[in-house]
């Protein structure tokens, strides 16, 4: 920020008292004036769920790229890392109990980032990270600039708590298939063997026409089912990641939060369909997400 610009907004407040500002989760992803996709989509689930959370842009849009016309930016990595350091200055980062992170838009800002979740490893002051490594996927390929991918492999893995890809995304980052379960079982125990404890894998085939999830950590895995509904939008991942941290944060064991996570993205996605909308409902997913009794789809145990 340059002096100028500081002077003019920095001033002094009265009475304001100096206890720190609650803050559950730090979301550092996209951001669009229309649609829902990145912070646009998860941010208004979090908060729907009581969430309080810190969100940081790292592109400023009009909508998602699915349009003819995109209007607005990716926002300049110096930006983003001034960002990054205001939530440091605040103490933010060292009082967050969990960060996520999606789609950076350029290999500066995943750099960027990746720099400051580095220090505060080093610093002791890193929120546990939830790692939503937007990539690309099986119907449109890599949609991100190419050395993105090698940020989330070499510097972003290795310090995740969880890894929450699409089938796509598995293949990219382990170096080997995952489209078919099997395969994707195989390639998620050997992004374990680089650091998290835990990965979520969505989008994999499942048998006839359904799909799987597979959550897969050190000590187990399991399986939920759930048929393919003919509806492509943006955010369904975003919303998946908002909602299994929202239960974590709740203390939930991770197979009960995926459960009550693909719940929720399932009758958005549902809803969308039978509204006939262009964007995804994102406000159908925390009222199935906290349905209680049976799970709708069951983890099950491998």
């Known amino acids: 920020m340059s002096d100028t610009l500081e002077s003019h907004l920095v001033h002094e407040r009265r009475n304001r008292p100096d206890g720190p500002s609650p803050v559950d989760l730090v979301s550092v992803q996209s951001q669009l004036a229309y649609g829902y996709a990145g912070n646009s989509a998860a941010v208004p689930v979090l908060r ?3 969430v309080r959370v810190a969100e940081v842009p790292t592109t400023l849009l009009s909508n998602t790229p699915f349009y003819p016309t995109l209007r607005g930016r990716v926002l300049p990595s110096d930006w983003l890392a001034e960002l990054l350091q205001g939530l440091d200055e605040r103490g933010v980062t060292a009082r967050a109990p969990l960060l996520v992170s999606g789609y ?9 980032f990746a720099a400051w979740l580095e220090r505060n490893h080093a610093a002791g002051t890193a929120p546990r990270y939830l790692l939503d490594p937007v990539i690309g996927d099986t119907h ?5 600039e190419p050395g993105l991918e090698a940020v989330f492999a070499q510097r972003l893995v290795p310090l995740a708590w969880m890894v929450t890809p699409n089938a796509f995304e598995l293949e990219r ?4 298939p995952a489209l078919l379960e099997a395969d994707a079982l195989a390639a998620a125990r050997a992004l374990l063997a680089r650091g998290p404890q835990w990965v979520l894998a969505h989008s994999v085939v499942g048998e006839g ?5 597979l959550l897969v950590g050190h000590e187990g895995a399991w399986r939920l089912q759930s048929p393919r509904l003919d509806v492509d939008v943006a955010g369904t991942g975003d919303v998946l990641t908002a909602l299994l ?7 939930q064991a991770p197979a009960r939060a995926a459960e009550r996570a693909l719940a929720g993205v399932h ?6 369909l039978a509204q006939g909308w262009e964007e995804l409902d994102v406000q159908a997913a925390p009222a199935a997400a906290l349905a209680e009794g049976a799970a709708r789809f069951p983890a099950v145990a491998l």
């Open 267 to 272: 009758a958005a996605l549902e809803s969308t």
């Open 48 to 50: 729907m769920l009581g």
């Open 140 to 144: 449109t390929g890599a949609y991100v």
């Open 173 to 176: 980052l382990s170096g080997q």
């Open 245 to 251: 941290a929202t239960f974590l944060l709740r203390g």
């Open 104 to 112: 950076f838009g350029s290999v500066a800002n995943g750099e960027a």
């Open 209 to 213: 026409d359904g799909l799987v999830t």
